[in-house]
């Protein structure tokens, strides 16, 4: 009895752990209506972190090109497009990445953490010592 206990106790543990981790889909929310914008995936690749642009939930938007980037990204569909870029797990930070903000074509440092308290992720870009945070909401 003593072993199914154990072992009960091991899967719930490794649950909640699973539960608490950056990586999955995340809705991100609008600074200043609230609304909902996109859904990210966030994924390990070779040790980073990485997000990627999976559903564009405004109807209008969901064909919409990249005309303010520059680059590799300059008109090319924001759905589908890789935004972080190449974070590393610091205690319970991500940072050492970037984002790339799709509306104004632009990249800036990037660091983001799992609020334990909310849930919800803290996503904080970087153009020097200032910095605009916004929280994002796990979805499914």
């Known amino acids: 009895m003593k072993k199914y206990i154990w072992l009960i106790t091991i899967c719930m543990l ?3 752990v699973q539960s608490q981790d950056i990586l999955g889909q995340w809705k991100t929310v609008d600074d200043e209506t609230g609304a909902h914008k996109c859904i990210i995936d966030i994924y390990e690749q070779n040790g980073k972190v990485y997000g990627k642009v999976i559903e564009i939930l405004e109807p209008f938007d969901k064909n919409t090109l990249c005309q303010d980037c520059e680059g590799d990204k300059k008109d090319k569909p924001i759905l589908g497009m890789v935004i972080i870029n190449g974070l590393e ?3 319970e930070h991500y940072k050492n990445g970037t984002i790339f ?6 990249e800036y440092k990037c660091r983001i953490m799992l609020d ?6 803290q996503v904080r870009g970087y153009i020097a010592f200032l910095y605009l945070t916004q929280y994002w909401i796990r979805h499914k």
């Not at 334990?116 to 992720?121: F, I, N, P, S, V």
């Open 89 to 91: 797990k610091h205690g």
């Open 101 to 106: 903000d799709a509306e104004n074509g632009k």
């Open 14 to 16: 490794s649950i909640s």
């Open 116 to 121: 334990q308290e909310t849930g919800k992720l």
